[in-house]
């Protein structure tokens, strides 16, 4: 079977592979094609992947492409994982942001609906290839802000695409780490939108243990999701929040903390991606591949040092020295992708956290409403589990950021500034018209072409 990578040249394709190759022999998996626009990055990660792949003994196929229609012909899997405007986008996006006094992280508000607005036209495109060259292949986004995304996507009659997000399973990891226990034996039940989701219910070997974990601080401040907020207000939900819950509860504190260092994480990002890739550039895969890969993981572990310690105020993590760092095992996205593919390929079944279809699972929302829940994932489909009287406090913040972004697949569809003003109006981090205007006026004028209407 083949998986074709859609924006192969990003960063975290290396992890990817890493995480595969433990898996590809039981997941029936031997080739993996990959594509970008950015051929001379494509070129760097190609190496790094296939020393991964001979250091592991692995006999997974992986290689670059030039054109995306080779890429996704005879594909079973197609994951897209794009940044259109390359690293820079980003710091544009959340530095104009800035200037008007509004947060602007890429998956969050007008950070979000920018990043949307540059990806949503592109990616349809990519999927009208895919339905052409592989008609059968799933499609995983990877791409930000996910779920405005794959709600783009449905709407558009592509069926065959899930939504994929490493939070939720990255805190479920964590959380099983704290406890001193199997991840498979924990079941964690989340609810909600990507990037605006709760855990319902925490079950050890079939207990529920939720109201313990809410009231035992050390725990609160033991896992890094949780940590970043005030105990009070987990408690005052009494739920579990995803981490970017600290953008709504903590909004004054993000912005002063974001103002005070100058600038947000993207502008961090884009300088340690140009260091690394220069460095990169200078080295000989042939002679020294470990050293490169060495390299690659020291830049990629400053990366996700930087991860919301500039919203927080953090302090980042200790860094380890080149030579001793370890390729992470992919438990981010390529783990969430391919446990999925695992469940969809099985009769029993698994629990994942995916971005789908409502279905009816959460009440007050359209069946074709795009939500981020636990679903059961088999051979049967994917059945995102049924949330009966959720908190109208969740749901009223649920609601209002979905109408947001049907408002905004309609600005983006239309290529309307009128509608998008429309659209951030709706949303809690802007809250205003004579706002949301000036945001879309400086976005467009960033992005020539962004609003023909």
């Not at 030039?66 to 012909?73: F, G, I, M, S, W």
């Not at 939504?163 to 001193?180: N, Q, T, V, W």
């Not at 690659?296 to 200790?318: I, K």
Request: hydrophobic letters at 40%.
């Amino acid at each position: 079977m083949k998986i074709a990578v859609i924006g192969g040249a990003g960063v975290r394709t290396v992890i990817f592979i890493n995480g595969l190759l433990k898996r590809c022999r039981k997941l029936h998996i031997d080739e993996v094609a990959l594509y970008d626009i950015n051929k001379e990055k494509l070129q760097v990660i190609e190496k790094l992947c296939a020393h991964v792949v001979r250091r592991a003994g692995g006999e997974l196929r992986v290689y670059a492409v030039e054109e995306a229609r080779e890429a996704v012909t005879g594909a079973d899997y197609v994951v897209t994982t794009l940044r259109v405007g390359g690293d820079h986008s980003r710091t544009m996006d959340e530095e104009i942001a800035l200037r008007l006094g509004v947060i602007g992280q890429e998956t969050t508000g007008v950070g979000g609906f920018s990043m949307a607005a540059r990806t949503i036209p592109v990616l349809l495109e990519y999927c009208k290839l895919v339905r052409e060259c592989a008609p059968n292949a799933w499609i995983f986004n990877f791409t930000n802000p996910s779920g405005l995304v794959t709600q783009a996507l449905k709407g558009a009659g592509y069926d065959r695409v899930i939504g994929i997000c490493d939070a939720p399973s990255s805190c479920k990891f964590r959380m099983a780490e704290y406890l001193h226990v199997p991840e498979e034996e924990l079941y964690v039940e989340f609810f909600g939108l990507n990037h605006l989701s709760w855990i319902r219910s925490v079950r050890l070997s079939g207990k529920e243990i939720l109201g313990e974990l809410l009231e035992n601080d050390d725990f609160l401040a033991g896992v890094e999701e949780f940590e970043r907020f005030d105990p009070e207000v987990i408690r005052l939900t009494g739920l579990l929040p995803n981490e970017y819950l600290y953008y709504y509860y903590h909004r004054e504190k993000a912005l002063e903390n974001i103002q005070k260092a100058g600038s947000a994480r993207g502008r961090n990002i884009e300088e340690i991606n140009r260091r690394m890739f220069e460095e990169l550039r200078t080295m000989d895969a042939d002679k020294d591949p470990e050293g490169m890969l060495q390299t690659f993981l020291y830049y990629m572990q400053l990366r996700e040092n930087s991860y919301m310690a500039v919203e927080t105020g953090g302090a980042g993590r200790p860094l380890l020295e080149r030579g001793e760092l370890p390729i992470p095992e992919g438990i981010g996205y390529a783990g969430v992708m391919l446990d999925c593919i695992e469940g969809m390929q099985s009769d029993e079944g698994r629990y994942l956290v995916l971005s789908v279809e409502n279905q009816g699972a959460l009440p007050q929302l359209r069946a074709e409403d795009v939500v981020e829940m636990t679903c059961l994932v088999s051979k049967e489909g994917i059945r995102p589990v049924a949330v009966e009287n959720p908190p109208e406090d969740c749901m009223v913040l649920i609601r209002g950021i979905k109408h947001y972004e049907r408002q905004a697949v309609r600005a983006i569809m239309e290529s309307s500034s009128k509608e998008a003003v429309r659209a951030l109006m709706l949303h809690p981090l802007i809250n205003s018209y004579s706002l949301a205007k000036k945001l879309v006026r400086e976005y467009g004028e960033a992005y020539e072409g962004m609003f023909k209407n």
